[in-house]
T-cell receptor
Framework: DAEITQSPRHKITETGRQVTLACHQTWNHNNMFWYRQDLGHGLRLIHYSYGVQDTNKGEVSDGYSVSRSNTEDLPLTLESAASSQTSVYFC????????????FGEGSRLTVL | GQNIDQPTEMTATEGAIVQINCTYQTSGFNGLFWYQQHAGEAPTFLSYNVLDGLEEKGRFSSFLSRSKGYSYLLLKELQMKDSASYLCAVRDSNYQLIWGAGTKLIIKP
């Protein structure tokens, strides 16, 4: 069965360290997204990609970067982790822009001390 | 600014019916989505409305009024497994999803 997986599922790091969260999907979807979810807030879009070599900034992109070298993967990098980036991160993919139905990974809980 | 409002928490009884409301103010409108999210899990797609009216899917129904900027999710014959958060999201003129903070639904026996 097609799926979307994230790793690591849990990570604790220190302020200032670089962190990369992996996202891998076997749906063969062109569209991939990274969100963060915090209590009291809706999902907030960090970065997204509509295909290989395409990346775009979302609502809360400062301090994050992504790259899309193939269809399956969209890793999210925190260049210098800050305590404000403690959150649960969800990767998602969709078949087409118009459908809008997103398939989410299980989430990565990141704690920055 | 863009805004999605939904109640923070609701409580209902097993076997009953509950309606979760969502009001929105967004830059354009290209559809409204409802997702279910169990604690500690990923959101999963429930329904999509782009035209006014009611969409029914088993025990779940979703209603949309574009003129009022309003939607609701109706859950019938509530089961304990329906205890979850329900997320409302609107796709704006840029085809980006704007998410509400979610409604935590607690089901009591």
């Amino acid at each position: 069965d097609a799926e979307i997986t994230q790793s690591p599922r849990h990570k604790i790091t220190e302020t200032g360290r670089q962190v990369t969260l992996a996202c891998h999907q076997t749906w063969n979807h062109n569209n991939m997204f990274w969100y963060r979810q915090d209590l009291g807030h809706g999902l907030r879009l960090i970065h997204y990609s509509y295909g290989v070599q395409d990346t775009n900034k979302g609502e809360v992109s400062d301090g994050y970067s992504v790259s899309r070298s193939n269809t399956e993967d969209l890793p999210l990098t925190l260049e210098s982790a800050a305590s404000s980036q403690t959150s649960v991160y969800f990767c998602a993919s969709s078949e087409t822009e118009e459908t809008g139905e997103l398939f989410f990974g299980e989430g990565s809980r990141l704690t920055v001390l | 600014g863009q805004n999605i409002d939904q109640p923070t928490e609701m409580t209902a009884t097993e076997g009953a019916i509950v309606q979760i409301n969502c009001t929105y103010q967004t830059s354009g409108f290209n559809g409204l989505f409802w997702y279910q999210q169990h604690a500690g899990e990923a959101p999963t797609f429930l329904s999509y409305n782009v035209l006014d009216g009611l969409e029914e899917k088993g025990r779940f129904s979703s209603f949309l009024s574009r003129s009022k900027g309003y939607s609701y999710l109706l859950l019938k014959e509530l089961q304990m497994k329906d205890s979850a958060s329900y997320l409302c999201a609107v796709r704006d003129s840029n085809y980006q999803l704007i998410w509400g903070a979610g409604t935590k639904l607690i089901i009591k026996p």
